[in-house]
């Protein structure tokens, strides 16, 4: 990629955009559509990733960059909640007249659960009132904002603010564009590596040529481009290995396969390769490029 800020950018752009978009259809839709939507969302971020051309896998990029972005709509959809309270209920005194604790599923945090009356005798509209630890017990009177459409829980004045959760919905924006941002200069330090390694690989091929295999320039210069994708974008294993099929490249030596993996940052491993090339950032016996 010739400009990879300018991609980043894009990247950048298109993810703020996807918050935005899909926590506007947070508050109408439900998984049905948004689980395909997500879906494409992290299709497209593939797509985008792979042209910033990075040394890293594109999948674990988007994985992250998806991850966030969930995390970013979950929470700004909670303040969503906490801000419409807010604006359109109404404080009141209200006395706890049931309390329960929810009943036990496997892990999840079992909370408490409070029935509230209001002054005048008439249930506080709306779902119980509800904490993660038991506060109240019955008979107590709390102030709480309820809402008077009753489509909201009661919240106390303090569990309906919401700048805890913006905050968090922006750390997680943030993270995303963060980890778009941190591809992007890895792309961009790995085309620096291949430029530095152009003229030496020029002048090396002006000299010993095409090997006697019988291949055409043009066909060993796809096989070296296939390499240097399946090198951005193969997973490592447990070890941090990235494992390459050699006969899938039968017109590439070993030693150019060396220089390939050089330029974008990784050695080659000299032992233990069992009919495969393995590649990672510290290698126990480096394969010389020469």
Known sequence: MRHPVVLAVVIGAYVLAAIAGLFVLAGDFGPVLLVPLWIVHAVVLVVLVRKLGARTSSTYTMLFVVATSVMSVYVADMARDDLTLQRRGERVTAAVVKKWRDAAEGRKARDYDY????????????????????????????????????????????????????????????????????????????????????????????????????????????????????LRTYPADRRGYIKVPAEQYPDVSRQRAARIAWELGLRAEASGNRGSWRFAEKVVEEVPLD
Do not use: C, N
């Open 115 to 230: 029935t509230l009356e209001g002054q005048d005798g008439t249930k506080v509209p709306g779902p119980a009132m509800r904490t993660p630890t038991d506060l109240y017990d019955v008979g107590q009177k709390v102030t709480v904002i309820e809402d008077p459409r009753g489509e909201l829980r009661p919240k106390t004045p303090g569990q309906a603010d919401a700048t805890g959760d913006e905050l968090g919905s922006l750390a997680f924006a943030l993270a995303a564009l963060g980890a778009v941002g941190w591809t992007a200069w890895q792309g961009s330090d790995a085309a620096r590596r291949r430029s530095r390694g152009g003229e030496a690989h020029g002048a090396e091929r002006s000299l010993v040529g095409v090997r006697d295999s019988g291949a055409t320039p043009e066909e060993q210069e796809e096989q070296e481009e296939r390499l240097r994708e399946a």
